[in-house]
Nanobody, 115 residues
Framework: QVQLVESGGGGVQAGGSLTLLCTAY????????MAWYRQAPGKQQRDLVA????????NYADSVKDRFTITRNDDSNKVYLHMNNLEPGDTGVYYC????????WGQGTQVTVAS
């Protein structure tokens, strides 16, 4: 059973940047499509933020296009989310998972953007 562990969140001012890291333990991600999801404050659902296929094709939610970049390093079983020009609406708990989701959720990493 793969375990996905997120890190890298924090509090920043609007316009700032953060890079989130997802590390997979227990299984290789080499052939898997992966994604980052966000749970906004007060909401139960986790919305797709960005996805990356096993061959590196990417897709983004409209709200983060041109600001966020998802990358992966299969040799180290890591998936990154590079977030630039952060906005208060980006605030939430960020999770990584497969795309589509097929693993239990990790603890996520909190991102708070102050205006």
């Amino acid at each position: 059973q793969v375990q996905l562990v997120e890190s890298g969140g924090g509090g920043v001012q609007a316009g700032g940047s953060l890079t989130l890291l997802c590390t997979a333990y227990g299984s290789s991600l080499y052939f898997d499509d992966m994604a980052w999801y966000r749970q906004a404050p007060g909401k139960q659902q986790r919305d797709l933020v960005a996805s990356i296929t096993s061959v590196g094709d990417t897709n983004y939610a409209d709200s983060v296009k041109d600001r966020f970049t998802i990358t992966r390093n299969d040799d180290s079983n890591k998936v990154y989310l590079h977030m630039n020009n952060l906005e208060p609406g980006d605030t939430g708990v960020y999770y990584c998972n497969f795309y589509p989701v097929r693993s239990s959720w990790g603890q996520g990493t909190q991102v708070t953007v102050a205006s």
